[in-house]
C-alpha cells in the first residue's frame, strides 16, 4: 500500500524555521517526482516546491524562493522542505504528494497532476 505521511509542523513566530518531513512506505521515492502543497484557509491549494525523480532536479513557487528548500534522503525514503525565514502568510496545511508519470528532471507544482498524497501537517506562523 502506498502511503505518505508527513511530519515536523507546528507553531513558530516569524523568522523561525521549521522542518517538514515526508515518508513514504510501500515504494520508492526516488522513482517519483515529489511535490509540496500548502493550503490556508479559504485558499485553493498552491504548489510550494517540487523535487523531480532520480536527477534531483528543483522548483520552487516565486514567493518561498531563498528561504524553502526541498531535499530528498533516499535512504529513509523521505523527503524534506526546509523552512527558514517563516512569514506569517506562510501559515497553512502542508501536503507532500508523489507523481510517477513525470519524466527524469521534470517538475510541476500543479496538484491534480499528482497521484499520491500525505494527510497533511499544520504550520503556523505567528507571534
Known amino acids: 500500500q502506498l502511503q505518505l505521511v508527513e511530519s515536523g509542523g507546528g507553531l513558530v513566530q516569524p523568522g523561525g524555521t521549521l522542518r517538514l518531513s515526508c515518508a513514504a512506505s510501500?515504494?520508492?521515492?526516488?522513482?517519483?517526482?515529489i511535490g509540496w502543497f500548502r493550503q490556508a484557509p479559504g485558499k485553493e491549494r498552491e504548489g510550494v516546491s517540487c523535487?523531480?525523480?532520480?536527477?534531483?532536479?528543483?522548483y520552487y513557487v516565486d514567493s518561498v524562493k531563498g528561504r524553502f528548500t526541498i531535499s530528498r534522503d533516499n535512504a529513509k525514503n523521505t523527503v524534506y522542505l526546509q523552512m527558514n525565514s517563516l512569514k506569517p502568510e506562510d501559515t497553512a496545511v502542508y501536503y507532500c504528494?508523489?507523481?510517477?508519470?513525470?519524466?527524469?528532471?521534470?517538475?510541476?507544482?500543479?496538484?491534480?497532476?499528482?497521484?499520491?498524497w500525505g494527510q497533511g501537517t499544520q504550520v503556523t506562523v505567528s507571534s
Open positions: 504528494a508523489a507523481n510517477w508519470r513525470l519524466r527524469v528532471g521534470e517538475t510541476s507544482l500543479l496538484p491534480y497532476e499528482y497521484d499520491y
Open positions: 510501500g515504494f520508492t521515492l526516488d522513482y517519483y517526482a
Open positions: 523535487i523531480s525523480s532520480r536527477d534531483g532536479s528543483t
